[in-house]
Structures are given as C-alpha cells and as structure tokens.
C-alpha cells in the first residue's frame, strides 16, 4: 500500500465549476499537508501549505484537512483555464519537511 | 521572492557518458536542497537532501557513487549523473529551503540518454 493515495483522474470540469481534489495517506506520522500545481514540463509550484485540521483558504482555494480519517482535499472555486495543471499533494512528518512524499498528482483540465 | 533556477532545462546524452545539472536559489540562502526522480506519470521520488558543506543523504535505493550531488555554496547544487544508461533517462527536479519550512522548486531537467 503506497503511503499517499490520489486519484491520477484525468479529471475535466466546465469553467466556473467547483473542483474537489483529495488525497488520503495511511502513516499517521504525517503532520504537515501541502498542496503543489505542476505545469507540464515545469517543476511544482506551492499552493497551500497547512498543519492542522480544518479548513484554510487563500483566494480561490481552500484546503481541508482532517486527520481523524487521515484524508485531505483542495477545492478551487470559480474554476479557471489556467488552473489546467496537475495537482500534487505532498505530507511530511517534521515541521522542516524534511522528506516530503508526495501523492501520484491529478491531472485536471478546465474547460472553457 | 524564492527563485530557484535549473540549468540545463533539458539534455541529451550517450549512454555512459556523465551530465551534471545545476540547481540554484536566485534571491534566498539554501542551506538545504533537495534533488528528485519523477517519471512520466508517477509522482517525484526523492533522491537525495543535501546540506551545504556537508555529504548528501540518500534515499534508500538510489546509488551514492552513480548520482553525485555536491552543494557547495548556499546557493549552488550540483547533480552528476555518471554512465547514464537509458533507463536513467528522466525529470530531475530540485528543491531549496532556506530559513522558512518551505520548499521551493526548480522548473526541472529532463534527461534523455541515448
């Protein structure tokens, strides 16, 4: 069993929809939840970092954690083309991220 | 702010023949950077985390004398691929983090060998 499972899609939504990607893990050691947007042939760029259960928002995007059920989501309001990427989620277990392991990502493609 | 550069972006090689790949913090201080493995359609595998000044650490399974890593600045690290073989063939990706929790992430290198 690979520690971080995310569905790979490919996953297509009209523009203007809600998107909900997620991500579940099974080392209960992971504290730290971030949320990565890879560009084809780019390297990841950081959207959302979090720690705790809950929900954080920035702009668009919210990220929800809940460690009870080990299982963490991102959603995207107001869906954009541009939000065409590959979303990564990633854990660590220390607070440097030290050793991130990251989910397989989600490829998604907003349709305008 | 947290720029982090790769050169080259992509290269091509004969098989057995050595590619070093540069990773550079543009506008922080990296005291530690991060080298990954990511094939297509699979997620980044970390390789090795490298401290300035000090010998890398490799993840278990990755070979210590086949992917040379050198960080010696705070902002410079170097990934040596020696002897390629084909199946080395890949995106290499970098990360630094200074003195915040984050790690910040090159555009990545894709290597095809011959």
């Known amino acids: 069993q690979k520690e971080v499972e995310q569905d790979p899609g490919p996953l297509s939504v009209p523009e203007g929809a809600i998107v909900s990607l997620n991500c579940t893990y099974s080392n209960s050691a992971f504290q730290y939840f971030m949320w990565y947007r890879q560009y084809s042939r780019k390297g990841p760029e950081l959207l959302m970092y979090?720690?705790?259960?809950g929900n954080k928002e920035d702009g668009r995007f919210t990220a929800q954690v809940d460690k009870s059920s080990k299982y963490i989501s991102l959603f995207i309001r107001d869906s954009q083309p541009s939000d065409s990427a590959t979303y990564l989620c990633a854990m660590s277990a220390s607070p440097g991220n030290e050793k991130l392991t990251f989910g397989t990502g989600t490829r998604l493609t907003i349709i305008p | 702010g947290a720029v982090v550069s790769q050169h080259p972006s992509w290269v091509i090689c004969k098989s057995g023949t050595s590619v070093k790949i540069e990773c550079r913090s543009l506008d922080f201080q990296a005291t530690t950077m991060f080298w990954y493995r990511q094939f297509p359609k699979q997620s980044l595998m970390l390789m090795a985390t490298s401290n300035e000044g000090s010998k890398a650490t490799y993840e278990q399974g990755v070979e210590k004398d086949k992917f040379l890593i050198n960080h010696a600045s705070l902002t410079l690290s170097t990934l040596t691929v020696t002897s390629a073989h084909p199946e080395d063939s890949s995106f290499y990706i970098c990360s630094a983090r200074g003195v915040s929790d984050t790690q910040y992430f090159g555009p990545g290198t894709r290597l095809t060998v011959l």
């Open positions: 979090t720690y705790s259960s």
